[in-house]
């Protein structure tokens, strides 16, 4: 993984931990009692099949991704250990399981979206690495409105506080971003 990402993926991990330090106790009894359904072969550490196995029981299979799997694994060593898969939780918990649509790679940093798609609750979103948006890299409607994930959660308040007006108005939502159109 290269540089940015790998800092990227350590604010992740410092927030799962934060977060996993601030659960109540029987929270964290699931996170061991996960880990432990996890690990079918009771060795202490996640494979990447018993990876893939546990999520297709949870039904999370936008996780299944050797990508995501790959960032997990702070050490490379090929498995996840406990403080590893706590970041799979948080992943999991706040659904931030974002894969950049040019390339594939797990989206652990900034990134860009398409506005109109994010504020559009009938499509999905469309999310694209840095690298991908700069070297053009991704296929999507021509008049799309591309905004980093920082600008749309600013932007997302803003189309909050004017909601009234906005439910009717789709439309009007990507006009007040103050974003640089394609
Ligand atoms: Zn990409
Ligand atoms: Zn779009």
Redesign the pocket.
């Known amino acids: 993984m290269e540089g940015s990402r790998k800092a990227a993926m350590e604010g992740i991990r410092r927030a799962a931990r934060a977060y996993y330090d601030h659960l109540p106790d029987g929270e964290r009894k699931n996170a061991t009692k996960d880990f432990n359904d996890m690990d079918k072969n009771r060795d202490g550490k996640i494979s990447l099949l018993e990876y893939v196995d546990y999520l297709k029981k949870k039904k999370a299979t936008s996780f299944v991704q050797q990508s995501i799997f790959r960032a997990l694994d702070k050490d490379d060593n090929g498995t996840l250990d406990f403080e590893e898969a706590i970041v799979l939780f948080y992943l999991m918990k706040s659904g931030r399981a974002i894969i950049?649509k040019?390339?594939e790679?797990f989206l652990a940093g900034a990134y860009f979206s398409c506005s109109q798609c994010f504020f559009n609750v009938s499509v999905s979103t469309y999310e694209?690495?840095c690298?991908?948006y700069r070297g053009n890299?991704f296929t999507h409607h021509g008049d799309a409105i591309f905004c980093d994930n920082y600008t749309l959660l600013r932007q997302s308040r803003s189309a909050i506080q004017a909601a009234p007006r906005l439910t009717r108005k789709r439309d009007k939502a990507a006009q007040i971003l103050n974003c640089s159109i394609m």
């Open positions: 950049c040019g390339c790679k694209i690495c690298a991908c890299n």
